[in-house]
């Protein structure tokens, strides 16, 4: 049987082949596909960046609904699905954010991209506080008319954020 350990030996060709490859968008043109297909990988190494874009090729990447607790800073800052580090740790001590390792990353993260700021509190233990929203995929219906995104907008513009000491 070919499936027997140690059996590396074949003694015929592959019996089917593939006539086309595998197109992952080919009955799924959804924008969340889309979304995932224009996806780039930054801030990884080259043997995690394979294995995302292996992912995303044979449609076996899924997003992430809520954000991960990150592994270095033990916040809920891992926004990217099948990483264990946060953008900014990553960052700052310069390993691959999916593995941990010390290897050369392919596409760097850009420094004024964090989307975290790191603020030391009372006691002196450093926390981190999100300064965007997440940007995970919001359910919005396109029914809306633009009377009322006018009236949201308004409404936005005369709240007041403040930051609050505890």
């Known amino acids: 049987m070919s499936s027997?350990?140690?059996?590396?030996?074949?003694?015929?060709?592959?019996?089917?082949?593939?006539?086309?490859?595998?197109?992952?968008?080919?009955?799924d043109t959804s924008a969340r596909r889309k979304k995932i297909n224009a996806k780039l990988h930054d801030g990884v190494c080259q043997h995690c960046k394979g294995i995302l874009e292996w992912r995303v090729k044979f449609n076996k990447?899924?997003?992430?609904?809520?954000?991960?607790?990150?592994?270095k800073c033990l916040q809920k800052t891992?926004?990217?699905?099948?990483?264990?580090?946060?953008?900014?740790?990553?960052?700052?001590?310069?390993?691959?954010?999916?593995?941990?390792?010390?290897?050369?990353i392919v596409i760097p993260i850009d420094k004024g991209q964090d989307r975290a700021e790191i603020v030391t509190t009372k006691n002196g233990q450093e926390?981190?506080?999100l300064d965007?929203?997440?940007?995970?995929?919001?359910?919005?219906?396109?029914?809306?008319s633009d009377e009322d995104t006018d009236v949201l907008e308004e409404q936005f513009k005369c709240m007041n954020f403040e930051r609050t000491e505890i």
């Open 4 to 27: 027997e350990r140690g059996n590396v030996s074949r003694t015929r060709p592959q019996r089917y082949q593939n006539t086309r490859a595998f197109r992952n968008d080919k009955y």
């Open 61 to 71: 990447y899924k997003p992430l609904t809520k954000p991960k607790k990150c592994v």
């Open 78 to 104: 891992v926004k990217e699905p099948y990483h264990s580090i946060c953008r900014p740790c990553a960052g700052k001590l310069e390993i691959c954010a999916k593995c941990g390792k010390k290897e050369e």
């Open 127 to 129: 926390s981190r506080e």
């Open 132 to 144: 965007d929203e997440l940007d995970f995929d919001a359910n919005l219906s396109s029914k809306d």
